[in-house]
């Protein structure tokens, strides 16, 4: 009975610290989409938290070991949002659109989640480079194929990359809204070397995608 109830004491531990660690968690993307940026430091999370600063330090070594599991967590959900219906696109400059026009619908339905990607795409590195890996193998396979008035798969993910983040700080300000998002879309399929045809038969076809896997 003793073992029983020593073991059982230690799964409420682990249970607890496990919400305590997804509280502070939860208190930092609360941080990241807060509508005045103001600095995200182990203090302010902790206060959002409303957890003794102390405890921070049981879960996290320090604001950057937090950054990195913000960071992994967002590019998991990204990933299982965008990835499905680009990968059912077989051209790749469909499939970078497929990516932009689901995650700017989803940014354009929830102005905290735009902020909180804007920024993290900001500030994280991790979710920057996260956020781009599977748009510059799309934009490699496009430019193997001669498909980019750019000269490098570099140059063309920065111009992909800043009017997408631009984009995103535009919807978390509601300065713009989804009536405009194939727009943006084709702009950024323009910019990097498609015609407008092209570009609007590519949006085209990535709002035909995000419709087929939308929740």
Excluded: W
Excluded at 135 to 141: E, G, I, N, W
Excluded at 170 to 180: N, S
Aim: hydrophobic content about 50%; proline content about 4%; aromatic content about 2%.
């Amino acid at each position: 009975m003793a073992r029983v109830n020593l073991e059982r004491r230690a799964e409420i531990g682990l249970e607890k610290r496990n919400r305590t660690r997804a509280a502070i968690l939860e208190a930092a993307r609360a941080c990241y989409a807060a509508p005045k940026a103001a600095p995200v430091t182990v203090d302010a999370v902790m206060q959002a938290a409303g957890l003794a600063k102390g405890t921070f330090y049981v879960h996290f070594a320090d604001l950057g070991a937090l950054e990195a599991a913000l960071g992994e967590a967002l590019t998991e959900e990204l990933d299982r949002r965008l990835q499905p219906a680009r990968l059912a696109a077989d051209h790749p400059l469909t499939r970078v659109a497929t990516a932009l026009a689901i995650l700017l619908r989803d940014l354009a339905r929830s102005p905290a989640q735009a902020r909180l990607v804007a920024r993290a795409a900001a500030e994280i590195p991790d979710v920057a480079n996260a956020m781009q890996a599977h748009l510059r193998q799309d934009l490699a396979d496009a430019h193997a194929a001669d498909l980019l008035a750019v000269p490098s798969v570099e140059l063309a993910a920065r111009i992909v990359t800043a009017i997408g983040r631009q984009a995103a700080q535009d919807l978390a300000e509601r300065r713009i809204d989804d009536a405009v998002l194939s727009d943006i879309v084709s702009a950024i399929l323009r910019a990097i070397g498609c015609t407008p045809r092209e570009a609007a038969r590519h949006a085209e076809a990535a709002a035909r995608h995000a419709a087929a896997h939308s929740r």
